[in-house]
């Protein structure tokens, strides 16, 4: 694939290119806690079992058929940034709809009697979905939310260091700095590469920064920016290896792959459904691990994880039933066929966009740090939010616009709705825009 580069540079018999992480690395992570560590299994038994690698050759089918009203965007919108918010499905707006009418013709019975039963049974399909404890995943509004929950939650003390990287989202990063600002704890950031093809090089950073007051690490699953997927099973050994907290901000992963707590193993997990797993605006996800939960104990769960305690208030149980529902559409669809899908696309576009002259593809290539979203780093001489106007305006299509002080471009989501006549259509609107 022009402008791809291989998925390690180590090509040594002691790479193991399945997990896109060289043996030699993968012990340096588990440094001092290499016996505790080992009592977990083989270097295999920690693969990205659960990630999907690159999808096979083939024809892109679409999933959605036109015009079967499976989704409300409209037929002549190409829509590519689910990324920042994802269309809700006729199915799950449908369900929320009913709970909304449920609860309008008799408040409270309603709300404390059945829609509430609709809306723990969403959490039991999410943690099902997420492969955790009931007892393990609370209903949140945003990644945001629960970000700030578990950064409230943690008993950090002066002199104590947060490690994290230099391409967090606002909704994953501010929540240290109020912990830096109020408390006294220290900040360091890992410099993530751009673009990012060897998870080694990622790993080697990681290790390099870490120190004795380091008591979590929070990365992004994917970040915002490339939409490089993080090595997060080996930051959680290397996070258990040095006892402190892995701290995910998973607003990019669930709906966007298979994502799989048990195999992923960090510590805590924030979601946003509203993006990649196509659900009602206003609804997220926090998985906090049973055994950290003496360590990450936010106010707000002060009563457990249930939808509705005394702690936590009443909240917008129509929305919560509606994403219950859209878990149930990406079930129906098939989770590794739609993981597939979207990655289809997205190998399509960036051997497309990096032929393009004046375009830099920002993200990842073939490798197991790709992830379906796209980026591309254009010309200084190029107003981003204008290109993305434009794209709008004139051809229909949505992208976002990045404004990142390392990286500026536009970022392009695909998902189920997605077709190759998209990318193609994305990609002329390109040519067309920037010639
Ligand atoms: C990596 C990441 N974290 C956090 C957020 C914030 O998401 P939300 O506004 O749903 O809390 C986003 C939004 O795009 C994101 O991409």
Redesign the pocket.
């Known amino acids: 694939m022009p402008g791809e580069p291989p998925t390690s540079r180590s090509g040594s018999t002691e790479s193991a290119p399945e997990l896109g992480l060289s043996r030699r690395t993968f012990i340096g992570a588990m440094g001092a806690g290499a016996a505790a560590l080992s009592a977990g299994g083989a270097i295999s038994s920690c693969a990205y079992v659960h990630e999907p690698g690159a999808p096979a050759e083939g024809a892109i089918t679409s999933m959605i058929k036109r015009g079967t009203g499976e989704f409300m965007l409209p037929p002549d919108l190409v829509y590519m940034n689910n ?2 918010l994802g269309p809700t499905s006729v199915s799950a707006f449908d369900a929320a709809m009913r709970a909304w009418r449920d609860v309008q013709s008799d408040p409270v019975v309603q709300a404390w009697g059945p829609v509430l039963k609709q809306a723990e049974r969403a959490l039991a399909t999410a943690a099902d979905y997420l492969a955790c404890g009931v007892d393990e995943l609370a209903v949140t509004r ?4 629960g ?1 700030n929950l578990v950064a409230q939650g943690i008993n950090l003390q002066p002199g104590d260091a947060v490690l994290t990287t230099d391409h ?5 990063s501010l929540c240290w700095r109020h912990v830096q600002k109020y408390r006294g704890v220290r900040i360091d950031d890992v410099t993530l590469p751009v673009p990012a093809n060897d998870a080694d090089e990622i790993m080697r950073r990681f290790e390099r920064a870490i120190t004795p007051q380091t008591k979590v690490i929070s990365v ?1 699953h ?3 920016t490339t939409g490089m997927k993080l090595p997060i099973t080996h930051l959680a050994q290397l996070a258990e290896a040095h006892d402190c907290l892995l701290i995910v ?1 998973g ?2 992963g669930p709906g966007a792959m298979h994502v799989n707590m048990r195999d992923l193993r960090c510590h805590a997990y924030a979601t ?1 459904a ?2 990649w797993l196509l659900a009602p605006m206003g609804t ?1 996800l926090l998985y906090l691990r049973k055994d950290v939960q003496d360590r990450i104990a936010p106010m707000m769960l002060a009563q457990g994880m249930r939808v509705y305690t005394g702690a936590s208030g009443t909240r917008d149980l129509p929305a919560i039933v509606g994403m219950g529902a859209a878990i149930d559409f990406m079930r129906d669809k098939g989770v590794e066929r739609v993981a597939q899908h979207a990655m289809t696309l997205r190998n399509d576009l960036y051997a497309r966009c990096a032929a393009l002259p004046n375009v830099e593809v920002a993200s990842p290539g073939r490798s197991q740090l790709a992830s379906p979203l796209v980026t591309l780093r254009l010309p200084p001489s190029v107003n981003h939010a204008g290109l993305a106007r434009r794209l709008h305006d004139r051809h229909r299509i949505v992208v976002k616009v990045l404004s990142h002080p390392a990286l500026k471009g536009i970022r392009i989501s695909s998902h189920v709705y997605n077709t190759a006549d998209h990318v193609d259509q994305l990609v002329r609107a390109l040519r067309a825009e920037l010639s």
């Open positions: 990324g920042s945003n990644t945001t939310e970000m967090e989202h606002a909704g994953g992004s994917v970040t915002y901000d607003a990019q946003s509203h993006k997220g």
